[in-house]
């Protein structure tokens, strides 16, 4: 996964495994593979915010 991606095109890719998932007619071997790279997507996305909010917090110590 390309660490260039933004949060929002992540966000916005996670919606759409979601609404491809919530599909009646996705079958068994594609949903895991949606969930699949849905958890690798939610994982980018946890690691992106740590990185953000550990600079927030070096902000702050620094004032």
Do not use: A, F, R, T
């Given at each position: 996964m390309a660490r260039s991606k933004s949060l929002e095109t992540a966000f916005a890719e996670l919606e759409e495994l979601i609404r491809q998932m919530e599909n009646k007619d996705t079958g068994l071997e594609d949903s895991f593979k949606l969930y699949t790279s849905g958890m690798k997507l939610i994982k980018y996305c946890n690691?992106?915010?740590?990185?953000?909010?550990?600079?927030?917090?070096?902000?702050?110590?620094?004032?």
């Open positions: 690691d992106s915010l740590d990185k953000v909010e550990k600079k927030l917090i070096q902000l702050g110590e620094e004032e």
